[in-house]
Nanobody, 121 residues
Framework: QVQLVESGGGLVQPGGSLNLSCEAS????????IGWFRQAPGKERQFVAA???????YYGDDSTGRFTISEDTSRNAVYLQMRGLVPEDTAVYYC???????????????WGQGTQVTVSS
């Protein structure tokens, strides 16, 4: 059974950092593109970052320069390091898997349940 499980969310002060994890089971991550998306209350889901099977990385406009996506194939996991967090980063963060290299939400086949990130003082 294909499953993605996110962890690492929580409450952080503005300017702080968080590291999110996405662990996969039922398939090997290194054959897929893995993306991070986020959804804030009342807003559409937004692309954050992605890493392909060839280790190419893509970032959304809001995450470029502050977030870093990486992969550990030995752990079958993908990570999202987030620095310089601002209140506007508050959202539920999801990881997802796709068979193509894409930033389009509609092209991701498998999704995790999400982890809440709250940036507040």
């Amino acid at each position: 059974q294909v499953q993605l499980v996110e962890s690492g969310g929580g409450l952080v002060q503005p300017g702080g950092s968080l590291n999110l994890s996405c662990e996969a089971s039922g398939f090997r991550l290194n054959y897929y593109s893995i993306g991070w998306f986020r959804q804030a209350p009342g807003k559409e889901r937004q692309f954050v970052a992605a890493i392909t099977w060839a280790d190419s990385t893509y970032y959304g406009d809001d995450s470029t320069g502050r977030f870093t996506i990486s992969e550990d194939t030995s752990r079958n996991a993908v990570y999202l390091q987030m620095r310089g967090l601002v209140p506007e980063d508050t959202a539920v963060y999801y990881c997802a898997a796709s068979t193509v290299a894409t930033m389009r939400e509609s092209e991701y086949n498998y999704w995790g349940q999400g982890t809440q990130v709250t940036v507040s003082s």
